[in-house]
């Protein structure tokens, strides 16, 4: 089984291998880019993750800069990966709210929605 940061992955590359009519001409698949850009943005987006995932977990950071950062994350998912939005709800939604709960929910409360 796949950890939930890689399975996004997959979802993200296994979705577009499988789009109706889809072929692969020098690009990526429905965005056209670069394969180079693609991957890039994959580090990115893999890196802010963990990013917010430390900030919950080993920093004092309040609250409403966790939210932010988040509403920051998926607004990338929107920018990079257009119609993708649904596997940041379903991978890593459930990741920091998670996180939240184990190592922050008693001292800070609840975190707030994003």
Do not use: C, H, N
Not at 37 to 44: D, I, K, S, T, V
Not at 85 to 109: N, P, S
């Amino acid at each position: 089984m796949l950890e939930p940061g890689r399975a996004f992955w997959y979802k993200l590359r296994v979705g577009r291998l499988r789009g109706v009519g889809a072929t692969r001409r020098g690009g990526s698949l429905e965005t056209g880019r670069p394969p180079q850009r693609e991957e890039a943005a994959y580090r990115r987006l893999q890196t802010e993750a963990d990013r917010i995932a430390s900030l919950i977990v080993a920093s004092d950071y309040p609250a409403i800069d966790v939210v932010i950062a988040i509403r920051g994350l998926k607004g990338l998912i929107e920018a990079e990966f257009p119609g993708k939005i649904e596997l940041f709800e379903m991978v890593y939604e459930g990741r920091f709210k998670r996180l939240w709960a184990q190592f922050r929910e008693q001292r800070d409360g609840p975190l707030p929605e994003w």
